[in-house]
């Protein structure tokens, strides 16, 4: 069976997936939709029963309040550390995955067997080692200890490594022919055609660190050094200790809308090239 829509002949298996597909970006929305609302709403308009998607009266007063505290200064705590460590992992992933993907050395592939199998390990169960390793360098309430631990990821080498093993070897051997080492062909040649494989390390490396929680929350005790996430996690009702303000849940919908729109909108300019991304670095041994 066919349908056609605006002249395309569109297979009816086909339409079901389509109409799956929008249903699902649906119910991804409509939570979003809702937090956004909120946070424009008084805190007598929020536990109505009636459901109202529109603000009305809409005010800016939540998010007065989260203004309040130090945010911009939390914010750059955030955007530096996610920046650095997604940078450092781009530096250092690189060229291992290169090295795993297209060199050959001895132990080359146990080294891979011993990545994988450092992927499956939660990362909970290294945060206690971690931490009482951080209080003894002196790291606590430092840049140097939230980049530190997450400046080097096993995932980004893996990435690259399966970007690389679909990597033309033409293009290789015309650098070696034209006096090109393995340095400078890695340098000149592979990095700069990386860029779908590199944007999509870039994205899910600084969305994650960007969200990071328990790291920062456990080495961090000065209000001025949070990252965001734990600052904002003050305007959470059912964190620490209840307040009559904190109990608004219209300034909590404000703190969580602020937190969550920069990498919404990283993703939704980068989406393309991260698509393209994670398309082409596929699943290859």
Aim: net charge positive; proline share 6%.
């Amino acid at each position: 069976m066919h349908v056609k829509l605006r002249g395309h002949t569109i297979t009816l298996p086909t339409l079901v997936i389509w109409l799956a597909g929008a249903a699902l970006v649906l119910l991804w929305a409509v939570p979003v939709i809702w937090m956004v609302s909120t946070s424009f709403k008084q805190p007598g308009d929020i536990l109505k029963l009636e459901i109202e998607w529109l603000p009305n009266p809409f005010t800016l007063e939540n998010y007065q309040r989260v203004l309040q505290e130090p945010v911009l200064r939390w914010f750059f705590n955030s955007a530096l550390v996610a920046t650095v460590i997604t940078l450092g992992n781009i530096g250092f992933g690189a060229p291992m995955g290169y090295a795993l993907a297209r060199m050959h050395f001895p132990g080359r592939s146990v080294m891979f067997g011993l990545l994988l199998a450092v992927l499956m390990i939660p990362g909970e169960m290294s945060i206690v080692p971690l931490f009482l390793g951080g209080l003894r360098l002196g790291l606590a309430n430092s840049y140097l200890g939230l980049i530190l631990p997450g400046v080097s990821s096993v995932f980004s080498a893996y990435l690259f490594r399966q970007f690389f093993l679909s990597f033309p070897r033409d293009l290789e051997d015309a650098a070696f022919i034209d006096g090109c080492t393995r340095w400078s062909a890695f340098r000149l040649i592979a990095l700069p055609l990386a860029r779908p494989a590199t944007i999509a390390a870039s994205i899910l490396m600084f969305t994650n660190n960007w969200n990071a929680f328990l790291w920062p929350l456990l080495i961090i005790f000065k209000k001025e050094m949070k990252t965001l996430p734990i600052g904002m996690a003050y305007f959470n009702p059912s964190v620490g200790q209840a307040t009559s303000e904190r109990l608004n849940f219209g300034t909590g919908m404000a703190a969580m809308t602020i937190l969550a729109l920069p990498t919404l909108i990283v993703f939704l300019i980068l989406q393309r090239y991260f698509i393209e991304g994670v398309t082409t670095v596929g699943i290859k041994g």
